[in-house]
């Protein structure tokens, strides 16, 4: 089993920056996709962004620009650098872990409880 831990979310003002880290325990991450997800009240979940086992990152198409991914295998750690933030980008961010690769929630397999970003105007 792994476990995924998220920190570093908070409150900050809009057009502010926040760094979210995602560090597992029970596994590495080597092998293993990694992505963020969010979700507002009221919203479904939604995909942010993902990375592969071998560094290739994908985006959200709506955050592309915005957001970067990253992932530190020694440190077994995923990074989520978060910039120019928005009111809209308010949500609880999860980290989650796959043996493949893609945007869809249920394509993972481990989930982290998520921490909460609010960005006020």
């Known amino acids: 089993q792994m476990q995924l831990v998220e920190s570093g979310g908070g409150l900050v003002q809009a057009g502010g920056s926040l760094r979210l880290s995602c560090t597992a325990t029970?596994?590495?991450?080597?092998?293993?996709?990694m992505g963020w997800f969010r979700q507002a009240p009221g919203k479904e979940r939604e995909f942010v962004s993902g990375?592969?086992?071998?560094?290739?990152?994908y985006y959200s198409d709506s955050l592309k620009g915005r957001f970067t991914i990253s992932r530190d295998n020694a440190k077994n750690t995923v990074y989520l650098q978060m910039n120019n933030l928005k009111p809209e980008d308010t949500a609880v961010y999860y980290c989650?872990?796959?043996?493949?690769?893609?945007?869809?929630?249920?394509?993972?397999?481990?989930w982290g409880q998520g921490t909460q970003v609010t960005v006020s105007s």
């Open positions: 990375i592969t086992w071998s560094h290739i990152t």
């Open positions: 029970g596994r590495t991450i080597d092998t293993y996709g």
């Open positions: 989650a872990a796959t043996l493949s690769d893609g945007m869809k929630a249920d394509g993972y397999d481990y």
